[in-house]
């Protein structure tokens, strides 16, 4: 994960909060995100079975 200095006020795509200069930050899907914030790779249920995180489809190893 790429992280930097947020240069401008914004909104945190994550946690919704605010981002203020100076923060560090990321990008998370093309929307800007705190540094410390869980990517929704993170946040996403691995499967209990395979323990896979399903893809975008929603395929895990259970699929193959
Ligand atoms: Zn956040
Ligand atoms: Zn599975």
Redesign the pocket.
Known sequence: MRTFEARYAGRCGVCDERIRPGDDATYVEDEIAHATCPTPTVLAN???????V?AANGQ????E
């Open positions: 691995p499967c209990s079975r395979c323990w896979m399903p895990c190893g259970c699929d």
